[in-house]
């Protein structure tokens, strides 16, 4: 009986830690799926967008904490950090969109996806030079109390975490399917040759997206901040790949998708590094992985004309 | 102009030696080299080599020379700059040893450095010590180098023996990267140190993770449940503050230690108060430090203006060595190969050294035996002396 209940302490604790990195892979991931689902190339870009994200994150919670946080509350404080990143994140993926993309919308794709490569490696070193090699500390703007119910573990920023990207996703899911700027992006996805005749712009749409993803970036960067405090300029390229394989798992273009197997790789990392050592992790994590797309080449949600398209 | 004025002031010693040599009967001259980069990447560490050194010639100049056998003899200083570069530093090496004959030779600090020019000392048979350089190949095969610190696995034991001394746990659990070369020894070692202390089984859980990983989540939930009772990590500044965070959001309560791999000024501005009251072991600690010790820094700090850094406080060690070796030599005959000799000979023999980054005894290789410091971050978040720690 007691084996039993330890089991399931144990499991439930596994389970909170595979939610807070889910959530991760998640939210980054959507940023893939959806400029995928919009111009049918990958922005490889996506993992240094969440970087510099992070790091107006850090800009701005740091001056908002030494401005405000005599007098404003907390959870105010955040809410503005958060607000005002996405704001300036998303005017990064607009950069990116116009100055990297919108050149070479005609050249094969090829070039296309080395862009996004470029562009990242320009930000990890534009920041090297910036701001120096010294790592950053993400000031935490909740103070983090943790909490043990029945001998499992978890802190109020683990929770908010997991909530606030599940909100964020709401969201996302909600301006996609119920308002015109998500149905033109609808339209794009399902054909972007004939919906520019009908006069929706893809130089609007485009950016839009970018924009969209790179705000749901800064998110994540703010709370990867509050989980995993230490910056420093490659921080996006692992984290970028990971959501990368969440968007590919997830079926190319799939909002839903994308968010599911984000948690998924999330589950499957934490699990396999909690049963076996810990170099098999990743070979473990994505021979499975391997398998579900041998099955499913798709992905979970893939539509069906894709992969006639394009890549 | 330095390396000019450098060269003048030896060219002037040499016109000085050969002068008095001529006139009065024989005065015999010790000379000590002291390699060190004094230009390149870290001038900070030649810097302090440099002052750690003068306050060192002052004191024997304040004695009227070093007493050897009976007999005073003078002593001058030969400060080469190796520029942080391996090439440079064995020049350096072999002009002190060729043109200089100078008796012994203190330096260089990073084993960069200290490996190839280890090789020239041992060739001409010229005694060197590096005070810093931690690469077991510098000393290793050279009966002429030695080394004024311990090796980096030597914290294993060291830090194995603190814990059962001081808190008297007997189950540990490690955490540490296994894709890189220093966690990983310094794991293996800890873990071997500490099974023979408390019987196979007392390190309850093992745990690795790979180098760039942010998440621990996986392995500090075992090692949570394990039920060890206190965590070694030899990691990494910057990955400390996350470990330790996530451990105790994982109602980790125990005590969290690491090695020297910590001792970075950028650990506390990183993790802030969640470090406060952690252990570390290291080769020297300014704050709180005591004795000789604190001697030394006060009279670093009132010359320099500023604390001595390890690099300084070891190598002000290895000139006491240098000076104990000579005068344990007997005597000096003015001839340099028998001299060197003698000097090599009775650095090997020395035991129980008290220097002020601990007691040293040399081993066969050249590496001594030698206590650690381990350190508290106190709740200012400085590095304070906590004890000295044995293996």
Same mark, same amino acid.
């Given at each position: 009986?007691?084996?039993?209940?330890?089991?399931?302490?144990?499991?439930?604790?596994?389970? =909170?830690?595979?939610?807070?990195? @889910?959530?991760?892979?998640? $939210?980054?991931?959507?940023?893939?799926?959806?400029?995928?689902?919009?111009?049918?190339?990958?922005?490889?870009?996506?993992?240094?967008?969440?970087?510099?994200?992070?790091?107006? @994150?850090?800009?701005?919670?740091?001056?908002?904490?030494?401005?405000?946080?005599?007098?404003?509350?907390?959870?105010?404080?955040?809410?503005?950090?958060?607000?005002?990143?996405?704001?300036?994140?998303?005017?990064?993926?607009?950069? $990116?969109?116009?100055?990297?993309?919108?050149?070479?919308?005609?050249?094969?794709?090829?070039?296309?996806?080395?862009?996004?490569?470029?562009?990242?490696?320009?930000?990890?070193?534009?920041?090297?030079?910036?701001? @120096?090699?010294?790592?950053?500390?993400?000031?935490?703007?909740?103070?983090?109390?943790?909490?043990?119910?029945?001998?499992?573990?978890?802190?109020?920023?683990?929770?908010? %975490?997991?909530?606030?990207?599940?909100?964020?996703?709401?969201?996302?899911?909600?301006?996609?399917?119920?308002?015109?700027?998500?149905?033109?992006?609808?339209?794009?996805?399902?054909?972007?040759?004939?919906?520019?005749?009908?006069?929706?712009?893809?130089?609007? =749409?485009?950016?839009?997206?970018?924009?969209?993803?790179?705000?749901?970036?800064?998110?994540?960067? %703010?709370?990867?901040?509050?989980?995993?405090?230490?910056?420093?300029?490659?921080? @996006?390229?692992? %984290?970028?790949?990971?959501?990368?394989?969440?968007?590919?798992?997830?079926?190319?273009?799939?909002?839903?998708?994308?968010?599911?197997?984000?948690?998924?790789?999330?589950?499957?990392?934490?699990?396999?590094?909690?049963?076996?050592?810990?170099?098999?992790?990743?070979?473990?994590?994505?021979?499975?992985?391997?398998?579900?797309?041998?099955?499913?080449?798709?992905?979970?949600?893939?539509?069906?004309?894709?992969?006639?398209?394009?890549? | 102009?330095?390396?000019?004025?450098?060269?003048?002031?030896?060219?002037?010693?040499?016109?000085?030696?050969?002068?008095?040599?001529?006139?009065?009967?024989?005065?015999?001259?010790?000379?000590?080299?002291?390699?060190?980069?004094?230009?390149?990447?870290?001038? &900070?560490?030649?810097?302090?080599?440099?002052?750690?050194?003068?306050?060192?010639?002052?004191?024997?100049?304040?004695?009227?020379?070093?007493?050897?056998?009976?007999?005073?003899?003078? !002593?001058?200083?030969?400060?080469?700059?190796?520029?942080? &570069?391996?090439?440079?530093?064995?020049?350096?090496? /072999?002009?002190?040893?060729?043109?200089?004959?100078?008796?012994?030779?203190?330096?260089?600090?990073?084993?960069?450095?200290?490996?190839?020019?280890?090789?020239?000392?041992?060739?001409?048979?010229?005694?060197?010590?590096?005070?810093?350089?931690?690469?077991?190949?510098? /000393? *290793?095969?050279?009966?002429?180098? +030695?080394?004024?610190?311990? *090796?980096?696995?030597?914290?294993?034991?060291?830090?194995?023996?603190?814990?059962?001394?001081?808190?008297? +746990?007997?189950?540990?659990?490690? *955490?540490?990267?296994?894709?890189?070369?220093?966690?990983?020894?310094?794991?293996?070692?800890?873990?071997?140190?500490?099974? &023979?202390?408390?019987?196979?089984?007392?390190?309850?859980?093992?745990?690795?993770?790979?180098?760039?990983?942010?998440?621990?989540?996986?392995?500090?939930?075992?090692?949570?449940?394990?039920?060890?009772?206190?965590?070694?990590?030899?990691?990494?500044?910057?990955?400390?503050?996350?470990?330790?965070?996530?451990?105790?959001?994982?109602?980790?309560?125990?005590?969290?230690?690491?090695?020297?791999?910590?001792?970075?000024?950028?650990?506390?501005?990183?993790?802030?108060?969640?470090?406060?009251?952690?252990? +570390?072991?290291?080769?020297?600690?300014?704050?709180?430090?005591?004795?000789?010790?604190? #001697?030394?820094?006060?009279?670093?700090?009132?010359?320099?203006?500023?604390?001595?850094?390890?690099?300084?406080?070891?190598?002000?060690?290895?000139?006491? *060595? !240098?000076?104990?070796?000579?005068?344990?030599?007997?005597?000096? /005959?003015?001839?340099?190969?028998?001299?060197? /000799?003698?000097?090599?000979?009775?650095? #090997?023999?020395?035991?129980?050294?008290?220097?002020?980054?601990?007691?040293?005894?040399?081993?066969?290789?050249?590496?001594?035996?030698?206590?650690?410091?381990?350190?508290?971050?106190?709740?200012?978040?400085?590095?304070?002396?906590?004890?000295?720690?044995?293996?």
């Amino acid at each position: 009986m007691e084996a039993l209940i330890e089991l399931v302490q144990f499991i439930l604790q596994n389970l =909170i830690n595979a939610l807070q990195r @889910g959530s991760f892979y998640a $939210v980054i991931s959507i940023g893939y799926s959806m400029v995928y689902g919009v111009l049918m190339l990958f922005n490889f870009a996506h993992g240094d967008i969440f970087m510099v994200a992070t790091y107006i @994150g850090f800009g701005i919670a740091t001056l908002f904490l030494a401005l405000f946080s005599g007098f404003l509350p907390g959870p105010l404080i955040f809410l503005a950090t958060i607000v005002i990143t996405m704001f300036l994140a998303s005017w990064i993926g607009v950069f $990116v969109e116009v100055a990297g993309y919108r050149p070479l919308r005609s050249a094969p794709r090829a070039s296309a996806a080395i862009t996004g490569l470029m562009i990242g490696i320009i930000f990890e070193t534009g920041i090297l030079i910036l701001l @120096g090699a010294k790592r950053l500390s993400f000031p935490p703007l909740m103070e983090s109390i943790a909490y043990n119910v029945g001998g499992v573990y978890f802190t109020n920023v683990k929770v908010m %975490i997991i909530i606030i990207s599940l909100l964020l996703m709401l969201a996302l899911h909600t301006f996609i399917q119920k308002t015109k700027w998500g149905m033109a992006m609808r339209a794009m996805s399902y054909d972007f040759l004939a919906v520019p005749l009908m006069g929706v712009s893809i130089n609007v =749409i485009a950016p839009l997206t970018f924009a969209v993803g790179a705000g749901l970036a800064a998110v994540a960067g %703010i709370l990867y901040g509050q989980a995993y405090p230490i910056l420093d300029p490659y921080m @996006g390229v692992i %984290i970028g790949w990971k959501a990368f394989v969440a968007a590919i798992l997830g079926g190319r273009g799939s909002i839903k998708g994308a968010a599911l197997a984000g948690y998924l790789i999330g589950f499957i990392e934490i699990f396999v590094a909690t049963i076996f050592p810990s170099t098999l992790r990743d070979l473990i994590a994505y021979s499975i992985i391997l398998l579900i797309l041998t099955y499913r080449p798709r992905g979970f949600f893939g539509m069906e004309h894709s992969t006639k398209l394009r890549l | 102009m330095k390396k000019i004025a450098c060269l003048v002031i030896v060219a002037f010693a040499f016109g000085m030696m050969f002068s008095t040599s001529a006139f009065s009967a024989r005065e015999t001259i010790i000379k000590i080299g002291i390699n060190a980069p004094m230009t390149g990447d870290i001038p &900070k560490v030649g810097e302090g080599s440099k002052y750690a050194a003068m306050l060192w010639l002052e004191d024997i100049e304040k004695a009227g020379g070093l007493e050897v056998g009976g007999k005073k003899y003078k !002593v001058e200083l030969v400060i080469e700059d190796n520029e942080s &570069k391996a090439e440079s530093a064995v020049k350096a090496n /072999t002009k002190m040893i060729s043109q200089d004959d100078v008796l012994a030779i203190v330096g260089p600090q990073s084993s960069k450095q200290a490996i190839p020019a280890g090789e020239v000392a041992n060739k001409y048979k010229t005694v060197m010590i590096s005070p810093w350089s931690t690469n077991p190949s510098t /000393t *290793l095969d050279r009966p002429y180098v +030695f080394r004024g610190c311990f *090796l980096d696995p030597f914290q294993g034991p060291v830090v194995a023996n603190f814990i059962t001394d001081e808190f008297g +746990f007997t189950k540990a659990a490690v *955490l540490y990267d296994v894709a890189s070369d220093y966690p990983k020894g310094l794991a293996e070692v800890f873990k071997e140190a500490w099974e &023979k202390k408390h019987g196979p089984g007392s390190i309850v859980a093992y745990q690795s993770f790979t180098t760039k990983d942010t998440d621990f989540s996986s392995q500090l939930t075992q090692i949570v449940k394990s039920g060890a009772q206190v965590l070694f990590t030899p990691q990494y500044y910057n990955e400390i503050p996350l470990i330790v965070r996530q451990a105790k959001d994982l109602g980790w309560k125990g005590p969290i230690v690491g090695s020297d791999s910590w001792g970075s000024a950028e650990l506390v501005d990183l993790c802030g108060e969640a470090c406060y009251g952690l252990f +570390f072991s290291t080769h020297y600690a300014a704050a709180g430090a005591k004795g000789a010790t604190k #001697a030394f820094i006060d009279r670093y700090n009132t010359a320099y203006g500023y604390v001595p850094d390890d690099v300084a406080a070891l190598t002000w060690d290895a000139l006491l *060595l !240098v000076q104990q070796a000579i005068q344990d030599a007997g005597k000096i /005959t003015g001839k340099i190969e028998t001299d060197r /000799t003698a000097v090599r000979d009775s650095l #090997a023999k020395i035991k129980n050294f008290a220097g002020i980054t601990g007691n040293m005894t040399f081993t066969e290789e050249g590496d001594p035996i030698k206590c650690a410091v381990i350190v508290k971050i106190n709740d200012k978040g400085e590095f304070e002396f906590y004890k000295s720690s044995c293996p």
